[in-house]
């Protein structure tokens, strides 16, 4: 599948991807921060942003994605970067084509398996009568009678676009509804990645726990974890600073 990007900067590549009802604009500020160093790739992934929809949505689906991009960019090696759903991914695309990554960047995951706790977006998102949607302020209300967080609404509605005329979803509802468990599926290998992995995580979420140290040891022997004081799971949004500079040690040790 050929994916939608940004391409900004000068450098070694690195690729950045998204998390679930995300896009690549939801790093762009992050990327800002980094492109005098790296030339950027940021990936909207399939079923998400402007990338081809497709009733396929598994990590191994994604991490295919991944290789045909960079083969289609003509990147034999590239440093990666990927929050949440997108750090699995890049955890796949690591264990499965190591030699075509340099440093591997996680966001807020670990390998483990997630039991599902987005059924609240979910039923949010699929309340919108998009089909006789009139406004973005009618998908707004309509979501708050399921979420209170103004923040979450926004960035949710980051995925309502107009198409002939009419408002849709960028983001593959039905696919990601039917098959939301996937998205939490345990990254396993038989074989370990090799190269240099930062587990990047807040310090005010639950996402990367200490019981989680050993699940990360056995795939990712060469690693490092750290946790971003005052960052709940959107650690690059609440702490746009601390994430830059974390990544940048990582990256040009």
């Given at each position: 599948m050929k994916l939608n990007f940004r391409k900004t900067g000068t450098g070694k590549p690195l690729v950045i991807l998204h998390g679930l009802f995300g896009s690549a604009d939801n790093w762009l500020s992050i990327a800002k921060s980094l492109e005098e160093h790296f030339t950027l790739y940021l990936l909207d992934q399939r079923n998400h942003g402007d990338s081809p929809h497709s009733d396929t949505w598994d990590y191994k689906a994604m991490a295919e994605d991944l290789k045909e991009f960079m083969e289609a960019e003509g990147l034999k090696k590239a440093s990666f970067l990927g929050h949440s759903m997108g750090g699995k991914t890049v955890m796949k695309f690591a264990l499965t084509y190591p030699e075509m990554v340099d440093k591997l960047v996680v966001a807020d995951i670990a390998p483990r398996a997630y039991p599902v706790h987005h059924q609240n977006i979910l039923e949010?998102?699929?309340?919108v009568d998009i089909e006789n949607l009139g406004s973005r302020k009618e998908a707004d209300d309509k979501l708050a009678e399921?979420?209170?967080?103004?923040?979450?609404?926004?960035?949710?509605?980051?995925?309502?676009?107009?198409?002939?005329?009419?408002?849709?979803?960028?983001?593959?509802?039905?696919?990601?509804?039917?098959?939301?468990?996937?998205?939490?599926e345990v990254i396993a290998a038989e074989e370990p990645f090799s190269g240099s992995a930062l587990f990047m995580g807040g310090?005010?979420?639950?996402?990367?726990?200490?019981?989680?140290?050993?699940?990360?040891?056995a795939l990712f022997p060469e690693n490092r974890i750290i946790h971003i004081k005052n960052a709940g799971h959107w650690l690059h949004a609440?702490?746009?600073?601390?994430?830059?500079?974390?990544?940048?040690?990582f990256l040009e040790a």
């Open positions: 949010a998102l699929n309340a399921f979420i209170q967080e103004r923040g979450i609404r926004q960035f949710l509605l980051k995925n309502l676009t107009r198409k002939e005329g009419a408002f849709a979803w960028k983001a593959n509802l039905s696919v990601i509804t039917e098959k939301i468990e996937n998205v939490g310090a005010d979420s639950e996402y990367i726990q200490s019981s989680d140290k050993e699940d990360i040891e609440e702490q746009p600073g601390a994430v830059v500079a974390t990544i940048n040690a």
